[in-house]
């Protein structure tokens, strides 16, 4: 187990289960939404911002957020070990589009925040 | 009337890349062949072409190949269950070409070993004679012992395709699965410590093109996912 928490290599079980759970969220979110735009006959800004002004929805619109990190970031792991057989390449892909998933977390912070 | 084939010629010692050669043949008007029969009747009028196979009666698995896209036996797949045009004929997708239609199966067999498949007991608590199952320890094999490596289910796998070192396969797999079952087995944490990586079981993502092409009507997805449900129940 230390070796697992000491080194970069993944953990089979570890990215099984956090790919269902963070879909869980994901999904949740998603059905969440739709329902939201079915539901409300006219969306106007007031009620986007209503919608958005709650602790609850803060809280879960983040939650999903860091879900979608943690989801791209072990999704984006097994796709470039499948196509990306240089090891190198496969590194510095790797970084950067972790850093691209960070920044949409990070973006979508400022935006709650703003609320 | 005729029948068109489409067949990958490539000879690694003469050619310079793979190519696809027609051949024809005259059959009786209405008759069927399997195509294990067509490709033997095509050696005739053209030796050079190279295949395996043995038993033609779908029980050795030598003659595993991809006809109209879809992996199977040639000798159990009749030549009109593959629609009325020209069949295509290429070797299993993914393993290097030996010549043709014969492929090297090095990888497969590799992966196959790691799982060892074989029976594993401490002898802790031997029988007076021999190890015996109850009936319903031996029904958990059902499903799983019938495999016969012929590799139309590894080389249909994407997964397998671009991690053939890494990731054992469909067929490695229900054969892990069908000693970790088995009551007589007792070295189940051994095995499961084995396949307890990223790779070995969870580089399969249950596309299931395994189920769709076993010759022998298996499921490697249900043991892999089988598999999956063990290393998940001791993790947590």
Redesign the interface.
């Known amino acids: 187990m230390v070796t697992n928490q000491a080194s970069i290599k993944r953990d089979g079980v570890q990215d099984y289960v956090s790919l269902r759970a963070t879909a869980a969220i994901i999904a949740a979110f998603t059905l969440f939404m739709t329902w939201f735009f079915i539901s409300t006959e006219s969306l106007t800004y007031e009620v986007w911002h209503g919608l958005f002004s709650g602790i609850a929805m803060k809280v879960f619109t983040l939650a999903t957020l860091v879900a979608i990190m943690i989801h791209v970031r072990i999704g984006l792991w097994q796709v470039l070990t499948d196509y990306v057989k240089s090891s190198v390449v496969r590194g510095i892909v790797q970084y950067v589009l972790n850093i691209i998933a960070f920044v949409y977390v990070a973006v979508g912070l400022f935006v709650l925040w703003g609320v | 009337m005729k029948l068109h084939f489409s067949i990958y010629r490539y000879n690694p010692e003469v050619d310079d890349k793979p190519r696809m050669q027609d051949y024809t043949l005259d059959v009786e008007e209405g008759q069927d062949m399997m195509v294990l029969d067509a490709l033997l009747a095509i050696k005739e009028q053209d030796p050079t072409l190279s295949l395996r196979r043995s038993c033609r009666e779908g029980v050795c698995g030598s003659d595993g190949v991809n006809m109209n896209g879809k992996n199977g036996l040639a000798c159990i797949t009749p030549v009109s269950s593959l629609g009325k045009g020209k069949v295509v004929i290429r070797p299993l997708p993914g393993l290097p070409v030996v010549r043709d239609l014969v492929v090297d199966m090095t990888q497969f067999y590799d992966q196959y070993e790691k799982v060892k498949p074989y029976l594993i007991n401490d002898g802790k608590n031997p029988p007076a004679r021999e190890h015996l199952q109850s009936p319903e320890d031996r029904a958990h094999l059902d499903g799983l012992y019938e495999c016969i490596l012929c590799a139309c289910c590894s080389t249909s796998c994407?997964?397998f395709w671009?991690?053939p070192d890494k990731f054992v396969g469909p067929a490695g797999l229900l054969h892990a699965y069908r000693f970790l079952i088995d009551s007589r087995d007792t070295a189940t944490e051994e095995r499961l410590n084995d396949l307890?990586?990223?790779?070995?079981?969870?580089?399969c993502h249950g596309i299931m093109n395994c189920v769709s092409v076993c010759p022998k009507g298996l499921n490697p997805t249900k043991a892999i996912g089988h598999i999956?449900s063990m290393?998940?129940q001791r993790?947590?």
């Open positions: 994407p997964s671009w991690n307890d990586d990223a790779f070995s079981v969870f580089r999956k290393l998940l993790a947590v």
